[in-house]
Every structure is written in structure tokens, then in C-alpha cells.
């Protein structure tokens, strides 16, 4: 017990930015005594529990660590099933799980981030509630304010930059993003460089999965190129890291080529190379573990496990299904609708 005290004596004493001489002041006992508290080197008398948990405005339940345990067991599961919901695409039941959790515990950083990913996740599904990014926006400030976790810093500034971004305040999605590390600073960069064996090679494989989505991402938004050469690129990437481009972003690029090409004179055979390439990206998503897998010299079958992305995967394939079959969406393909390999497209990706 005296260990779970030191560590919390220190943490609500770096919350409140007071010195342990304030604490020894206000009990009226040497600050010697209470650095040894804080060293583990002993614990309080009972009769200054009292007094301490009034000092720091907390029970003395909470400031023996009592009922840590439990209540660890169930944020973690909480938090476990509210992960699930996102994983299949059910974000409202997500919020409402982490609402939950906030109320129960308004003042635990990992809560609160959580909260505000499942409200902007909630809103990237629907887009039509942008009043939900100001509370985004509310919540992250107060991880900001407040926690010193550099890897929730970091999510906190990402998300209210996309949410001022998406708010359409640029100004301030601009200052928030100038807080953020440089590239060479991320801590994907720096794992990747001080590791070594095979860690250094599964985080450096990570590190390249996504630079490349980084560049990808960056050529969409390159307005002096046209779609089509935006598209090739894509897929060049794809290519020369993943040997046969079987990512979603390559899928993507797959389909656009081929409704390109589709309205090109005498282009049905890069119409179908394009459409097929994006029925074996389909593939690559696997169940099982729940992540997408990496081929190539690179990668050998390498397994990205636990994403959430897997959600939109899963989500990019249905959709650009659904976008293949439809003749309102996709018309480009009428006259390809009635060939053999255009309905075994259509079955592959669908079976994906």
C-alpha cells in the first residue's frame, strides 16, 4: 500500500503544482518526512490521511490507491468494448460507452481522449453534425492543459487540427498544427532508429506502411497534376514498396484509373486490369487477425494486427462495391456489365 501512496502523493502533487514543503507546511511537519513518503521510504501516520486527502481535494480512499485495481478492470473493459463498436462501424454506441466512462471519471486523460476519438470518428461516419467538433476541440484542450502523456498530446493536437480544419477555421488549425514534432522527431521515426533485430525490422516495416500512405495522402492534394497521373502515382507507390499494391489506398486508385479509362476510346483493357487489381486487394484484408496484409520482398506477408483502420477497410471495399454495381454511381461500366470477367470482379470484390 505505502508504494501505491508514494506514486500517488507525487502525481497529486504535480497536478496541483505545489512543493512538498506546502504539503509539510499545511500539516505541520518537516519536509524531510514527506519526501521520504514520496521516496517510498515510509508511509503517513493514519492520522494525517485525513489531512493529506483534504490538502489535495481527493478521498482517502483514492489517495491509498483502495479500489485502483477494480476500477482499472473496468475502464479497461469499457474501453475494450468500445473499441469494438468502432471496429464494425457502430461509433454512436461507441460515444455512448465512453460517455459513461466520463461521467463516472471526468478527470482520467485516457477517458477523455477516448471520448473525443469516438465523437470525431462518429462524425467522419455521418458528417453532418459539425457542432460535435467544438466539443472534440473542448475535450482535447484539456489534455493539453493538463497531462504530460506525450503520445494523448499528440493525438489531442491531430484531432483539433482536423476538427478547426473541418470547422473551417484554418487559422487556428494552422497554429495548433505548428505545436505538433517535426517528421524526424515522430516517435515512429525515432523506435524505427533505436532499435535493433527483428524489432527494428517489424517497426520499421510499420514506418514504411505509413510514410507511404503519407505520400499518397500528399499527391492527392498535389492540384497541378491531373487525376489520372495522381492515380498512376498511387499506384507506382504502392508497387514499389508492396510489390503487387494490395493496400486500400491502391484499391482506390484501381477504381478511378479504370472509370478514367472507361471513358477513354479503345482503353477495355486497361479498364479491366484496373478493376481487377482492385478485386485482389480484397483479398488482403484478413478477418482473422484483424489487420491487412503487407506482401512484397519488404513485408513477406507481414500482418498489420489491432487497426481500427480495419474498419474502413473493410468499409472502402463495401463501398467501392456497391459504387461498381451501381449504374447511377458508376455508368462508365455499362457496357462491361454483361462480360464474364466484369461479374467475376463484381463476386470477388463483394466475397472480400
Not at 325 to 339: A, K, L, Q, V, Y
Request: charged share 30%; net charge negative; glycine share 8%.
Amino acid at each position: 500500500m505505502d508504494i501505491i501512496i508514494s506514486k500517488n502523493l507525487r502525481e497529486f502533487r504535480r497536478k496541483k503544482g505545489n512543493t512538498q514543503e506546502d504539503l509539510a507546511e499545511h500539516l505541520g511537519i518537516s519536509i524531510s518526512a514527506v519526501s521520504k513518503w514520496e521516496r517510498d521510504e515510509g508511509y503517513p501516520d493514519i492520522t494525517l490521511l485525513p489531512g493529506i486527502a483534504e490538502f489535495y481535494g481527493v478521498s482517502v480512499d483514492d489517495l491509498l490507491g483502495v479500489g485502483e485495481g477494480k476500477k482499472k478492470e473496468k475502464i479497461d473493459a469499457y474501453r475494450k468494448k468500445a473499441m469494438e463498436h468502432l471496429s464494425v462501424g457502430e461509433t454512436g454506441d461507441a460515444v455512448g460507452i465512453f460517455r459513461e466512462l466520463y461521467a463516472e471519471f471526468p478527470n482520467n486523460h485516457e477517458i477523455i481522449g477516448g471520448l473525443a476519438f469516438a465523437i470525431y470518428v462518429d462524425y467522419n461516419g455521418n458528417r453532418k453534425n459539425k457542432e460535435c467538433l467544438n466539443e472534440v476541440i473542448a475535450l482535447e484542450k484539456r489534455i493539453l492543459d493538463e497531462s504530460t502523456v506525450q503520445i494523448l498530446r499528440d493525438l489531442a493536437i491531430e484531432r483539433i487540427c482536423y476538427s478547426y480544419a473541418a470547422l473551417g477555421d484554418t487559422e487556428k488549425a494552422v497554429e495548433y498544427a505548428e505545436t505538433a514534432c517535426s517528421l524526424n522527431s515522430s516517435r515512429e521515426i525515432l523506435t524505427a532508429n533505436v532499435l535493433s533485430g527483428d524489432e527494428q525490422t517489424k517497426a520499421n516495416q510499420s514506418l514504411i506502411i505509413q510514410l507511404v500512405a503519407i505520400l499518397q495522402n500528399a499527391v492527392y492534394h498535389v492540384g497541378s497534376a491531373d487525376w489520372l497521373t495522381r492515380h498512376k502515382t498511387v499506384l507506382g507507390l504502392s508497387e514499389l514498396f508492396f510489390d503487387d499494391s494490395h493496400d486500400l489506398n491502391a484499391a482506390n486508385a484501381h477504381y478511378y484509373c479504370a472509370r478514367i479509362y472507361a471513358g477513354m476510346k479503345d482503353a477495355g483493357d486497361k479498364v479491366r486490369y484496373h478493376l481487377e487489381k482492385l478485386a485482389e486487394c480484397a483479398k488482403y484484408i484478413d478477418m482473422a487477425s484483424g489487420g491487412f496484409r503487407y506482401g512484397g520482398a519488404l513485408f513477406g506477408d507481414y500482418d498489420v494486427v489491432d487497426r481500427i483502420d480495419v474498419k474502413s477497410d473493410r468499409e472502402t471495399c463495401s463501398s467501392l462495391y456497391s459504387r461498381l454495381i451501381s449504374h447511377t454511381e458508376s455508368p462508365m461500366f455499362d457496357r462491361f456489365r454483361g462480360e464474364e470477367w466484369f461479374g467475376k470482379v463484381e463476386r470477388e470484390l463483394k466475397e472480400g
